[in-house]
């Protein structure tokens, strides 16, 4: 599962200025529509660049999470998580 957590606007913070405590009441809160990338393509970078590095290619990959939320935490400088896990055969009625 990949999570894309987007870094916020300064206009989201008390005087326009990043900072722990300092967003704004009205600031949103995770969900925004923010023009800093489709989702999908947010995947394929992330997929691409671990192509030979976790796996021989990112065909390999058959089941992909992805979500895009604003960063909250600290500065709000936004950062990428990555979990992989390993399929099983039992695995199958999980993802379905």
Avoid at 7 to 17: A, D, V
Avoid at 32 to 41: A, H, K, Q
């Amino acid at each position: 599962s990949l999570t894309f957590r987007m870094k916020r606007p300064n206009y989201h913070f008390i005087g326009s200025k990043p900072g722990p405590g300092r967003l704004k009441p009205n600031a949103p809160l995770k969900y925004y529509n923010n023009r800093s990338g489709d989702v999908d393509n947010l995947c394929k970078f992330v997929m691409d660049s671990l192509n030979q590095v976790l796996y021989a290619d990112d065909r390999q990959v058959v089941c992909l999470n992805a979500i895009k939320v604003l960063d909250s935490d600290g500065d709000c400088k936004g950062s990428t998580d990555v979990e992989i896990s390993v399929l099983n055969d039992e695995d199958e009625n999980n993802i379905m």
